[in-house]
Each structure stands twice: as C-alpha cells, then as structure tokens.
Nanobody, 121 residues
Framework: QVQLVESGGGLVQAGGSLRLSCAAS????????MGWYRQAPGKQRELVAT???????NYAESVKGRFTISRDNAKNTVYLQMNSLKPEDTAVYYC???????????????WGQGTQVTVSS
C-alpha cells in the first residue's frame, strides 16, 4: 500500500504564511512528479504547483512569487511554502504524487486526504 499524509494547514490572516508538508510512505519503488492542488468551495480542483524528481517546477500564475514548492527525495516528502496569503487562497489543499509501487508494473497518481487552508481578511 502507498499513502500520502498531509499536514500544516490552518487559519491565517491575510498576508501571513503557512507551510504544508506531504509525506509518501509504503511500498514505494520510485516517485516522479509531486505536487499540490487545491479546491475551493463550488470550484473545480486546480493545480497549485508541481515538482519533478529532477527539480523542475511548475506554478499556477495566481501563486507565482508567493508560493514555493520543494521536496526531499530521501524522505519522499514535498513541501509548499505559502507566503503573502490572500483570502482567495482559501481552499482544501491536496498533495499528489506519481508513484510506482513495488507491486505494480506502472506508475499511478496517488492523492492525500487534503488539508484545509483558510485565509481571513
């Protein structure tokens, strides 16, 4: 089994910062891209930021310059540092990882359970 466990969400005032963490565990053979998505009430889930195993990153335009994604490959963990938070950043944040498990012949996407981020004005 493979699972992703997120932590670090919470309530913060506008302009504040939060750091999310997501640790992958289980029968992991390899991990390619890891990333963060978010879903606000009544809206579709959207990409926030992703990072490949070699360090290439991709950010949503709305978070560029404010959010930074990083990862520790030795710990199978991805982080999202969120600065200058705005009320429109309020959402449930989900971790995703492309993982090949020992017991499969192919990689697939796994999702975390989500962590709530609320930014008050």
């Amino acid at each position: 089994q493979v699972q992703l466990v997120e932590s670090g969400g919470g309530l913060v005032q506008a302009g504040g910062s939060l750091r999310l963490s997501c640790a992958a565990s289980g029968s992991i053979f390899s991990i390619n891209t890891m990333g963060w998505y978010r879903q606000a009430p009544g809206k579709q889930r959207e990409l926030v930021a992703t990072m490949t195993s070699s360090g290439s990153t991709n950010y949503a335009e709305s978070v560029k310059g404010r959010f930074t994604i990083s990862r520790d490959n030795a710990k199978n963990t991805v982080y999202l540092q969120m600065n200058s938070l705005k009320p429109e950043d309020t959402a449930v944040y989900y971790c995703q990882a492309q993982i090949k498990a020992y017991y499969t012949d192919y990689a697939r996407n796994y999702w975390g359970q989500g962590t709530q981020v609320t930014v008050s004005s």
